[in-house]
């Protein structure tokens, strides 16, 4: 791993690993070295480790990082004061928007998920139930007379959540297996709503 940029020396040091680290856990954890790391940041390993004891104690700053990031990307598109379809749109475009501008973090779950025994599983649970419950009783409560009846409410989350994780964790393969656009907003509205 070489050098960080020059603009990078600005930024705070444990801003900078953990920049490295999200780079090096989205090619699994069990093959990310924190020496590696440490040189993608800018330091040695003694240094990180004053920063972060632990392998584990960076992954975690890592995945808890991120999904403090996505929270608040989520909370400020259910906040928005338009429409119940306009904000379901928005809920969908900034999960989107956020995997595709952090493509590590869609490998990180996708990993997690994967290996149920990994480090991040209790994160995991720590962070994801949490925030579907959040969602969860946004849809229920602001979209009460507009979602379908029948709906499984969790579920169409994670179906939805689900696509645009392995979507933006596809890669190069994302235009030929799910086109040049993305139809996880129409697809969303039309899981979601009585009508579209």
């Known amino acids: 791993m070489g050098r960080p940029p020059a603009d990078a020396a600005a930024m705070a040091t444990p801003e900078r690993l953990l920049d490295a680290a999200e780079q090096a856990f989205a090619q ?43 929270g608040a990307a989520l909370m400020a598109a259910m906040s928005r004061r338009v429409s119940f379809a306009e904000r379901l749109d928005g809920v969908v475009d900034s999960y989107a928007g956020f995997l595709a501008d952090n493509p590590a973090h869609a490998h990180i779950l996708v990993r997690e998920l994967i290996d149920a025994q990994g ?62 656009v993305d139809h996880a907003r129409a697809l969303a509205r039309l899981l979601f709503l009585k009508e579209v």
């Open 119 to 180: 480090p991040g599983r209790d994160i995991l649970l720590e962070e994801v139930v949490p925030l579907l419950d959040v969602l969860e009783r946004f849809l229920r409560v602001e979209g009460q007379g507009l979602l379908r009846p029948e709906l499984p409410v969790r579920a169409a989350i994670l179906q939805v959540a689900g696509a645009i994780v392995l979507r933006c964790a596809a890669g190069a393969l994302q235009q030929p297996l799910w086109g040049p």
């Open 28 to 70: 699994g954890y069990g093959a990310a070295r924190l020496e590696d790391i440490a040189a993608a940041a800018g330091i040695r390993r003694p240094s990180l480790l004053y920063h972060y004891p632990s392998k584990d104690s960076l992954y975690a700053a890592v995945v808890h990082r991120t999904f403090a990031r996505l």
